[in-house]
T-cell receptor
Framework: DAGVIQSPRHEVTEMGQEVTLRCKPI?????LFWYRQTMMRGLELLIY????????DSGMPEDRFSAKMPNASFSTLKIQPSEPRDSAVYFC???????????FGPGTRLTVL | AQKVTQAQTEISVVEKEDVTLDCVYE???????LFWYKQPPSGELVFLIR??????QNEISGRYSWNFQKSTSSFNFTITASQVVDSAVYFC?????????????FGPGTRLSVLP
């Protein structure tokens, strides 16, 4: 298996622009997670899906953030409009159930100027 | 609410020393799972181990060992004869599956530097 795939690996954008991060989970995994990692706040869970349905989005920082999972093999995290404080590494992870280990993608390093 | 504490922010050791990374957790559930992940300088997160709340047996995998003690709510990680390649940030994590819903939380991480 190719593992969790994220794109792009790096994104540099200007404040106010829309940013879309993409994730392809491991085939057969029924849970998908989006995390944000910063030096100040560490690794934060933003939202997770079970069978393509959002279960808990309490970690999404504000309405500028939205996530979708239109099918079992694809998810997006969108920031609109982006702000400099959104600069971070965004990880996608997938697992078979929440009690099993999560497999992480390589992350997307987002820089908002 | 569930919580994971890794009190050691940074640790530095010299190669071949043993080092223990502490993890203390809080949960109201009787069924839960504990994890350790490694994040090397390259940035990816690598799964190391999973332990459920009903299995308090210690585990050893090569130079790595884990000590799970429910009495002190701890799940500590020891690296024996550390090597430079062990330098990374190590995260402890907790997943609950019980009366209070399903949740997954990471600790703040411990940055381990192994010096040659």
């Amino acid at each position: 298996d190719a593992g969790v795939i994220q794109s792009p690996r790096h994104e540099v954008t200007e404040m106010g622009q829309e940013v879309t991060l993409r994730c392809k989970p491991i085939s057969g995994h029924d849970y998908l997670f989006w995390y944000r990692q910063t030096m100040m706040r560490g690794l934060e869970l933003l939202i997770y899906f079970n069978n393509n349905v959002p279960i808990d989005d309490s970690g999404m920082p504000e309405d500028r953030f939205s996530a979708k999972m239109p099918n079992a093999s694809f998810s997006t995290l969108k920031i609109q409009p982006s702000e400099p404080r959104d600069s971070a590494v965004y990880f996608c992870a997938s697992s078979r159930g929440t009690v099993n280990e999560q497999f992480f993608g390589p992350g997307t390093r987002l820089t908002v100027l | 609410a569930q919580k994971v504490t890794q009190a050691q922010t940074e640790i530095s050791v010299v190669e071949k020393e043993d080092v223990t990374l502490d993890c203390v957790y809080e949960t109201r559930d009787t069924t839960y799972y504990l994890f350790w992940y490694k994040q090397p300088p390259s940035g990816e997160l690598v799964f190391l181990i999973r332990r459920n709340s009903f299995d308090e047996q210690n585990e050893i995998s090569g130079r790595y060992s884990w000590n799970f003690q429910k009495s002190t709510s701890s799940f500590n990680f020891t690296i024996t004869a550390s090597q430079v390649v062990d330098s990374a940030v190590y995260f402890c994590a907790l997943s609950e599956e019980g009366n209070y819903g399903q949740n997954f939380v990471f600790g703040p991480g411990t940055r381990l530097s192994v010096l040659p």
